[in-house]
T-cell receptor, first 111, second 113 residues
Framework: LAKTTQPISMDSYEGQEVNITCSHN???????ITWYQQFPSQGPRFIIQ???TKVTNEVASLFIPADRKSSTLSLPRVSLSDTAVYYC????????????FGSGTRLLVRP | NAGVTQTPKFRVLKTGQSMTLLCAQD?????MYWYRQDPGMGLRLIHY???????AKGEVPDGYNVSRLKKQNFLLGLESAAPSQTSVYFC????????????FGPGTRLTVL
């Protein structure tokens, strides 16, 4: 299963766009990419998921280049409430189910 | 809809004691999971279930047992707790096993002395 690498932490200011990049060099053909958000003392919450190119929903966009060895979560115009840990996951589509959570990226949004 | 609930929220055990963590979901999901999260780390899968009466091992299953007697409930048991099992435990559920959103509970903070 593909291991993911993310920056340990990032700082931003309210109103800015934040891009968090995840590296997954060994992603397999049928693997998909998912991002979760976790606030302190809460369970993770699904943000977005994609397989290739670009996916957009009401809270974020996910950019995946053609080689799929990395992906970028884009949060438009962040607010203080976006301060959280963000996890990039690569999910296997083979018969042995596994989802691997890395250490995540701690995003701090400042006023 | 309560979503995914976990009982208890906090628990302190002594080494060697046993306990059961209860997870319940009201979304009629087939798949349920138990994870543990240690400080500064991501979640690690302990066991999961693809339906009532079925369970399977995840990444870190040793020292834990699970049961899925009813579709809506997934129990995690510690037969003889060890300090290494001090962690926050999260339960999750999803409609499908792969490529689908998992819904997480609020977690159970367990301390083993």
């Amino acid at each position: 299963l593909a291991k993911t690498t993310q920056p340990i932490s990032m700082d931003s200011y309210e109103g800015q766009e934040v891009n968090i990049t995840c590296s997954h060099n060994n992603i397999a053909t049928n693997d998909y990419i998912t991002w979760y958000q976790q606030f302190p003392s809460q369970g993770p919450r699904f943000i977005i998921q994609g397989y290739k190119t670009k996916v957009t929903n009401e809270v974020a966009s996910l950019f995946i280049p053609a080689d799929r060895k990395s992906s970028t979560l884009s949060l438009p115009r962040v607010s203080l409430s976006d301060t959280a840990v963000y996890y990039c996951l690569v999910g296997s589509m083979d018969s042995s189910y596994k989802l691997i959570f890395g250490s995540g990226t701690r995003l701090l949004v400042r006023p | 809809n309560a979503g995914v609930t976990q009982t208890p929220k906090f628990r302190v055990l002594k080494t060697g004691q046993s306990m059961t963590l209860l997870c319940a979901q009201d979304m009629n999901h087939e798949y349920m999971y138990w994870y543990r999260q240690d400080p500064g780390m991501g979640l690690r899968l302990i066991h999961y279930s693809v339906g009532e009466g079925t369970t399977a091992k995840g990444e870190v299953p040793d020292g834990y047992n699970v049961s899925r007697l009813k579709k809506q409930n997934f129990l995690l048991g510690l037969e003889s707790a060890a300090p290494s099992q001090t962690s926050v435990y999260f339960c999750a559920s999803s409609l499908a096993l792969k490529g689908n959103e998992q819904f997480f509970g609020p977690g159970t903070r367990l301390t083993v002395l």
